[in-house]
T-cell receptor, first 114, second 117 residues
């Protein structure tokens, strides 16, 4: 079974609007971390935001917030006030407490329309 | 220089060539990783080195040979590759591999775009 599932291969959003990128995960380990990375066309993976499985509050970093719903095993990324520079691939990833390996999803391509 | 650097950024090679990819991290991290990124597939972890020791080899064909001379440098030696090996090869580093779960993000390099003819 896939550890990380991203069901949206491509998304479009109007500039200055908010957008939600979906991510669901699968683990039986009670201790894990969830990460979102951005990959522009240049190729480099840029870390955006982190959520720990024991964190009580949803993580926020500037315009990025993570909608963490533990019971549903979802960790959606919300980008507010989209900018043209947000156009990129976005990857959700998980690190389990016991396995220590990072598992990545297939990514979502976000295009911000002016 | 800062962060994680990779050279070359682009590489075209024939199936009989031998080449090497280089990765260097300037972050004082102890763990380094090689990933393969193909179109429409999740990132595939290839190798992990922790304190210069290889700790993971995810069933990677022997035509890919990693080398980690120290905690700051990681190489991927390539020989007799196949066209399906064409992909973006990403190097990453993190503070520790096998430590407590927590905020231990991986820092990625810009990748090497490899084309095998």
């Amino acid at each position: 079974a896939q550890k990380i599932t991203q069901t949206q291969p491509g998304m479009f959003v109007q500039e200055k609007e908010a957008v939600t990128l979906d991510c669901t995960y699968d683990t039986s380990d009670p201790s894990y971390g969830l990460f979102w990375y951005k990959q522009p066309s240049s190729g480099e993976m840029i870390f955006l935001i982190y959520q720990g499985s024991y964190d009580q509050q949803n993580a926020t970093e500037g315009r990025y917030s993570l909608n963490f719903q533990k019971a549903r095993k979802s960790a959606n990324l919300v980008i507010s006030a989209s900018q043209l520079g947000d156009s990129a691939m976005y990857f959700c990833a998980m690190r389990e407490g016991t396995g220590n390996q990072f598992y990545f999803g297939t990514g979502t391509s976000l295009t911000v329309i002016p | 220089e800062t962060g994680v650097t990779q050279t070359p950024r682009h590489l075209v090679m024939g199936m009989t060539n031998k080449k090497s990819l280089k990765c260097e991290q300037h972050l004082g991290h102890n763990a380094m990783y090689w990933y393969k990124q193909s179109a429409k597939k999740p990132l595939e972890l290839m190798f992990v080195y922790n304190f210069k020791e290889q700790t993971e080899n995810n069933s990677v064909p022997s035509r890919f040979s990693p080398e980690c001379p120290n905690s700051s440098h990681l190489f991927l030696h390539l020989h007799t590759l196949q066209p399906e090996d064409s992909a973006l090869y990403l190097c990453a580093s993190s503070h520790l591999y096998g430590g407590r779960t927590g905020f231990d993000e991986q820092f990625f390099g810009p990748g090497t775009r490899l084309t095998v003819l």
